[in-house]
């Protein structure tokens, strides 16, 4: 891996960013739209339940500004390679000394700068709307993000990868991905509140960890270690099918010459 | 005896059942600019997309300053580059920042500089704080040459350098092709379906058909093979179906 070209990588999509800040309605819109639907259902459902109920109810506001770390980790990496099949420069940056694991790091590096721009706004926006304020998980947070990330990381992969395997007809993968995996990620309610018969898809999705911890971390304010644990070892199984699946289909890609479809259609 | 800057042997490439390339050999030394010239589907731009790295061989070998491509990819490109009108750069960005971010990836020294000088090259200094999606095809084109020449590549493929541009643009680009090899030594890799970018340009033709080398050598040598006055009748013929076998050994092979 090479600084320079990451660095270079990196810097055209922040110039993509500053030249089009109508892609700032992506980072800002969706995520603000989802912060106010699930805070006023909080608030609502909040003033029509118990006593205990409430608490546990605003356990959904910061599902959705930890769902949206992931989601934002993953669309960072997927979309990046869609810019360059939009703007027809895919064969420019694939036919220059990029590496694999260049371009994979210059998308991560974007994963990250969207998450953090899209969660630092939301979390300060449900501490001035509802009063929630995400930072009392503490030091608890960074595991949390760190983990949500390297997930994010793995699914914006399998998402390109796919992407490029069955071409330009699978674009919306890039979107689609997350949400085939969120009924069971345990978001926005306990992987018990799962039927029996598929709590294991939950278990072994690393996120479905940090949510049931986010949530136990909230309620009794103790490390949740052992989801904690789970979480970080099941991302690193991800990480590394991730990377087999991008690197075997990258080369897949030059004995079929699928990146010249891109181009072509 | 150099080494020659790219020699590509026994060159064949199947996707499925159709075979793309089929035996292509080629030397390019020091300084050559060599046309690969073909109707639509002859191989040109599969076999440029093999010389890049973007396709992978199904058999044959490409060396490039010496070095196999396949093992040594990245250490090559960075001494290569491409320009070709069917790829474009992101349309958001402006002209500068475009070549800057490619200036890095290749890491040229003395960017900023290398920069404008490549711009007063191709006649577009004007246009460097432009939008590129609001170029004109001509200007576009330019702009793919300067990415392409950021780095004084060693060797420069270029496909179908003029197929946007207006015959006085052309006409451009075909002393600027002559010029950067008078000046740097570079060596070319050149296609088009412009016969007179080809007889005024290249040193050397390989004339393909259906993915196989019909014929190489200096444009007099293939027309007096195939008994025709100019490679466009050549072409048409070739492409109609006309003379299609390889019947005499051609200057390479």
């Known amino acids: 891996m090479t600084f320079s070209t990451v660095h270079a990588l990196v810097l055209r999509n922040l110039y993509l960013y500053t030249r089009t800040p109508v892609r700032g309605i992506e980072l800002i819109f969706w995520p603000l739209v989802d912060l106010l639907v699930w805070g006023y259902l909080t608030i609502f459902l909040q003033s029509h339940t118990g006593a205990d109920f409430p608490h546990q109810i605003t356990f959904l506001i910061g599902a959705v500004i930890l769902w949206d770390i992931m989601f934002r980790a993953q669309q960072g990496v997927a979309l990046y390679f869609l810019e360059d099949v939009w703007s027809r420069n895919l064969l420019n940056v694939f036919s220059a000394p990029v590496s694999n694991a260049d371009y994979l790091a210059s998308t991560y590096v974007i994963g990250f700068l969207r998450s953090a721009v899209t969660s630092l706004l939301l979390s300060v926006l449900a501490i001035g709307l509802y009063a929630f304020n995400i930072f009392q998980l503490d030091w608890m947070l960074l595991p949390f993000v760190f983990n949500l990330l390297l997930f994010g990381w793995a699914l914006g992969m399998i998402s390109t990868a796919l992407i490029v395997r069955w071409g330009p007809a699978a674009e919306t993968l890039a979107w689609a991905v997350p949400f085939f995996l969120q009924p069971f990620a345990a978001v926005y309610y306990p992987v018990d509140a799962l039927p029996t018969a598929v709590q294991w898809v939950a278990h072994a999705i690393p996120c479905s960890h940090i949510f049931e911890g986010m949530r136990s971390g909230l309620r009794d304010g103790v490390v949740p270690w052992e989801n904690l644990a789970w979480a970080t070892g099941l991302n690193l199984l991800y990480l590394a099918a991730a990377g087999l699946l991008f690197t075997r289909v990258m080369k897949t890609s030059r004995e079929k010459g699928l990146l010249t479809k891109f181009v072509s259609q | 005896m150099p080494t020659p800057v790219l020699e590509v042997t026994d060159l064949v490439k199947e996707f499925g059942s159709v ?3 089929d035996g292509l050999s080629l030397i390019i030394e020091k300084g050559d600019i060599l046309g690969l010239l073909g109707a639509n589907g002859a191989g040109k731009t599969t076999a440029i997309n093999m010389i890049l790295g973007i396709i ?8 490039v300053f010496g070095r196999d491509l396949a093992h040594e990819r990245i250490a090559i490109l960075r001494r290569m580059n491409f320009s070709s009108t069917y790829t474009h750069l992101p349309g958001n960005l402006r002209v500068w920042q475009n070549l800057n971010v490619f200036g890095r990836i290749y890491r040229v020294p003395h960017l900023k500089r290398r920069i404008d000088e490549v711009l007063e090259l191709l006649g577009i200094a004007q246009l460097k704080n432009r939008v590129t999606g609001d ?6 084109t330019k702009l793919n040459l300067c990415k392409a020449l950021l780095n004084k590549p060693e060797l420069l493929l270029l496909d179908e350098p003029t197929a946007s541009l207006d015959p006085d ?10 010029r950067i090899r008078e000046e740097d030594g570079t060596s070319i890799l050149y296609t088009s379906h412009n016969m007179r970018d080809v007889e005024e340009v290249c040193d ?3 004339f393909m058909h259906e993915g196989k080398a019909l014929r190489t050598g200096t444009t007099r040598e293939i027309l007096d093979h195939f008994n025709e006055q100019s490679l466009e009748s050549l072409f048409i013929r070739v492409a109609r179906g006309g003379v299609i076998e390889s019947s005499a050994p051609s200057s390479e092979s």
């Open chain 2, 56 to 63: 992978s061989p199904t058999s044959g070998t490409i060396q």
């Open chain 2, 204 to 206: 050397r033709v390989v």
């Open chain 2, 135 to 140: 170029l004109s095809a001509g200007e576009s």
């Open chain 2, 19 to 21: 075979r793309s390339v």
């Open chain 2, 169 to 178: 643009a052309a006409d451009t680009v075909r002393r600027l092709t002559l």
